[in-house]
Structures are given as structure tokens and as C-alpha cells.
């Protein structure tokens, strides 16, 4: 076998593998494509009572999981998302919002600081205070997405060809 037709099919063994890898969960396209709201978030928030029923795609870093006696809930701090429906946390913030459910999120898994993506209906607001001040939540009530940091979803290995000599 010449080297030039190794080279060929060792990248073709290869390539499909480090395509693949570091990926992390995605957004379903079907879900993608079931939003109905595309504007700002801080448009979304101040007429959330409007927009009540649109399927919504927001994403941001988890503040805090809390679970009641009949549903759960995670509120997160809003940062836009890139074209792979990801939070940008390197971008300003337009504020916070709420994640329910009624199924059980455990606290430990949705822990503060992990990113996440909602996807699901918007169910208006809810005023809630932060210190002395009166904030409107809004709320969405659907699917979420937990991302890793992007530092961490690189291929762990190293793949290198070599004579076996330094200089």
C-alpha cells in the first residue's frame, strides 16, 4: 500500500470520529423548528403576557433549581444563543427567567453555573422580588438542554504521524 492511498484511508477512518466528537447534546431540529417567537428577550420579557402560548427558545446559566410539591423549577440568567441554539455567556445578559416543569429536577444535576436551552411554550410571567425589587420572570414551560463549558467537549486525545526524531 503506497503512503499517499494509507494517508487517504487513515483520514478517511479518522474524520468521521473527531466530526463527532465534543458535540454534546443538541436541540432537536424538530423542536427547533416549532418556535414561533424570534424577537429579543427583552421585548419577550416586558410583553410576556402578550406573547402568552408562543413556543420560545431561550437559553442562559442556571441560577438556582428548586423543586415543590408539584412541580419543579430552574431559574436562569438569560444570554443569547449562537446558531447551535447554545448560550453565549461571553455576551450581555437580557435579564432572568424561569424553567417548570412537573416532573423532578434534581438540584445536583442542574446545578448553578451549568448552561442551559428551553424550549417549550411561554406561560406569561410571574413578578418575583430580587432584593427590594419587583422582577418579571418569564416563564416557559417545556424541554431543556444542559451543556457542558466548550473547554471541556474537546476529543481527549492526540493523533499525530512522525519519524520518531526531534531536531
Given at each position: 500500500m503506497s503512503v499517499k492511498r494509507f494517508f487517504i484511508f487513515l483520514c478517511a477512518l479518522i474524520l468521521p470520529v473527531m466530526l463527532g466528537c465534543g458535540c454534546g447534546p443538541k436541540v432537536p431540529r424538530e423542536v427547533a423548528r416549532q418556535v414561533t417567537w424570534t424577537g429579543d428577550f427583552k421585548t419577550?420579557?416586558?410583553e410576556a403576557e402578550t406573547h402568552?402560548?408562543?413556543?420560545?427558545m431561550v437559553g442562559g446559566r442556571i441560577i438556582a433549581t428548586k423543586n415543590f410539591p408539584d412541580k419543579?423549577?430552574?431559574?436562569?440568567l438569560q444570554f443569547p444563543l449562537d446558531a447551535s441554539n447554545r448560550p453565549q455567556p461571553e455576551k450581555p445578559s437580557g435579564g432572568r427567567f424561569l424553567i417548570r416543569s412537573k416532573a423532578f429536577i434534581d438540584p445536583e444535576i442542574y446545578a448553578p453555573g451549568k448552561l442551559v436551552t428551553a424550549a417549550g411554550r411561554l406561560a406569561g410571567?410571574?413578578?418575583r422580588m430580587i432584593g427590594e425589587y419587583e422582577y418579571a420572570h418569564p416563564v416557559v414551560k417545556g424541554d431543556f438542554w444542559v451543556f457542558e463549558p466548550r473547554e471541556n467537549s474537546f476529543p481527549r486525545f492526540h493523533f499525530g504521524v512522525g519519524i520518531g526524531k526531534t531536531f
Amino acid at each position: 500500500m503506497s503512503v499517499k492511498r494509507f494517508f487517504i484511508f487513515l483520514c478517511a477512518l479518522i474524520l468521521p470520529v473527531m466530526l463527532g466528537c465534543g458535540c454534546g447534546p443538541k436541540v432537536p431540529r424538530e423542536v427547533a423548528r416549532q418556535v414561533t417567537w424570534t424577537g429579543d428577550f427583552k421585548t419577550l420579557q416586558a410583553e410576556a403576557e402578550t406573547h402568552a402560548g408562543e413556543f420560545v427558545m431561550v437559553g442562559g446559566r442556571i441560577i438556582a433549581t428548586k423543586n415543590f410539591p408539584d412541580k419543579s423549577e430552574i431559574a436562569v440568567l438569560q444570554f443569547p444563543l449562537d446558531a447551535s441554539n447554545r448560550p453565549q455567556p461571553e455576551k450581555p445578559s437580557g435579564g432572568r427567567f424561569l424553567i417548570r416543569s412537573k416532573a423532578f429536577i434534581d438540584p445536583e444535576i442542574y446545578a448553578p453555573g451549568k448552561l442551559v436551552t428551553a424550549a417549550g411554550r411561554l406561560a406569561g410571567a410571574e413578578k418575583r422580588m430580587i432584593g427590594e425589587y419587583e422582577y418579571a420572570h418569564p416563564v416557559v414551560k417545556g424541554d431543556f438542554w444542559v451543556f457542558e463549558p466548550r473547554e471541556n467537549s474537546f476529543p481527549r486525545f492526540h493523533f499525530g504521524v512522525g519519524i520518531g526524531k526531534t531536531f
